[in-house]
């Protein structure tokens, strides 16, 4: 079993639509959590940073964490077509800048 | 935020050739780089982590013989593949972590753009 499981996708959905992105992982010592945003042929760019239970918001951009479900989302509303990439969620015992355990990744595409 | 740089962007190279990526951060000193490699729709594997000044630390499976990594100076981390084989061909991402707390930074990694390397 992967420590951190992601649905790879694809996910199309129509511009303006609420996106929902989600991760499950089985090491309860994570306590940071963060979602990558990814281009194609494009380094990682940090979206959200999140530490322990509960709701981030970040303009479009809702972090969600359920430790006790080991559950974590990533919703964005209003969607865009240049919200259009690669989200990935990963995770961290110690914190957000130490070893970072990833998912696999999510290709969204949001139609015009 | 903080940035940083990778160089080259894309290197094309024979069998049996090394190879040198360059990964350097630009506008924040880092004591810790993190090398990473990311195959085709699958997601990064951490290779090592580079700290300044001493050896790098491996994860289980990567060969360090194979996987040259300097971290030479606060700004600069290194990481050569030696011997390149065809099944070395991946996408090399570096991150860098930034430890300062001035303008606001927290201690978190910062992604470089990637190298894409094809062993012919």
Known sequence: QKEVEQDPGPLSVPEGAIVSLNCTYSNSAFQYFMWYRQYSRKGPELLMYTYSSGNKEDGRFTA???????????????SQPSDSA??????????SASKIIFGSGTRLSIRP | ??????????????????????????????TTMFWYRQFPKQSLMLMATSNEG????????????????????LTLSTL??????????SFYICSARD????????????FGPGTRLTVL
């Open chain 2, 80 to 89: 050569t593949v030696t011997s390149a084989h065809p099944e070395d061909s």
């Open chain 2, 99 to 110: 430890q300062t707390l001035a303008g606001g930074s927290t201690d978190t990694q910062y």
């Open chain 2, 54 to 73: 001493s050896k790098a630390t491996y994860e289980q499976g990567v060969e360090k013989d194979k996987f040259l990594i300097n971290h030479a100076s």
């Open chain 2, 1 to 30: 935020g903080a940035v940083v740089s990778q160089h080259p962007s894309r290197v094309i190279c024979k069998s049996g050739t090394s190879v040198k990526i360059e990964c350097r951060s630009l506008d924040f000193q880092a």
């Open chain 1, 64 to 78: 969600q964490v359920d430790k006790s479900s080991k559950y974590i989302s990533l919703f964005i509303r209003d």
């Open chain 1, 86 to 95: 690669t989200y990935l969620c990963a995770m961290s015992a110690w914190s």
